[in-house]
């Protein structure tokens, strides 16, 4: 007889492309899976080949194989980061329709924003991508109006408070300057919700457009708005050995 091989429920989730292993969690605790006919709980372990798995209704199946794919799509704006929107919103699923395997956001660019976003079926992929220990890097371009002081862009770099705790230091530097608009060049090593966003209103600024621009080593490039490319063997092996040099914009 075979010996059986158990996983943690929210890994084989994953994996099987049903959500990144955070989202597989929300969905265990919201008491959306079944497995071999009881509601499971966090913690809970399974055989991927030979236990029944459902969600909300659906069965998951594990593949013996499975096929990763590392997707790379220049997201526009009015989209929202989901693979599915209860309110009949834009979603980013519709953008990436025709990829064969049932692929997922990795971490998340707000309806407003545009530019990089990664998608992957590779459970342990986007938990290494997302898990805040791994600080990988975020480069964006920001308009903002009406000016931007020294004093504004020494507080990027030394931190700002945010819901009681001190944001990580920032890189940042002004790309051009015309009357009542600057663009700016921002590197973040977190991603807390909308971030950019609120410390431009902390500091009196309006955001005209935010575009995320690399990840990591990973530049977006010239892909197109609204179009998606497969990364490169050496992309994602860039993405999962980052080593975060202390400095990646040049002034």
């Known amino acids: 007889m075979a010996k059986r091989t158990y996983v943690r429920l929210q890994k084989m989730l994953a994996d099987c492309g049903v959500a990144s292993r955070r989202k597989s969690e929300e969905l265990i605790r919201a008491g959306s899976v079944k497995v071999n ?13 030979n236990d029944k798995v459902m969600v909300n209704g659906r069965r998951v199946t594990a ?65 290494k991508i997302m898990h805040p220990k791994k600080d990988i890097y975020k480069v964006y371009r920001v308009t903002v109006r009406p000016a931007v002081t020294d004093e504004m862009l020494q507080q990027f770099e030394e931190g700002m408070m945010l819901d009681g705790r001190k944001t990580a230091p920032a890189e940042v530097r002004v790309i051009s300057r015309q009357e009542g608009r600057v663009v700016l060049e921002i590197l973040l090593r977190e991603g807390r919700n909308r971030q950019i966003r609120r410390m431009c209103e902390m500091l009196g600024l309006e955001v005209a457009r935010l575009r995320r621009t690399a990840i990591g080593g990973v530049k977006m490039g010239m892909l197109k708005k609204g179009d998606w490319r497969d990364l490169t063997q050496d992309e994602v092996k860039k993405l999962m050995a980052d080593p975060n040099p202390s400095r990646h914009i040049q002034k």
């Open 63 to 127: 593949n013996a194989k499975p096929k990763y794919r590392y997707v790379m799509l220049n997201k526009p704006r009015g989209y929202v980061t989901t693979m599915s929107d209860e309110r009949g919103r834009k979603c980013v699923a519709e953008l990436v329709a025709d990829i064969e395997e049932r692929v997922y956001p990795v971490g998340r660019l707000d309806r407003d924003s545009e530019g990089m976003l990664l998608f992957t079926n590779d459970g342990d992929f986007a938990n």
């Open 37 to 49: 006919g009881v509601v499971a709980e966090i913690g809970d372990k399974v055989d991927p080949y």
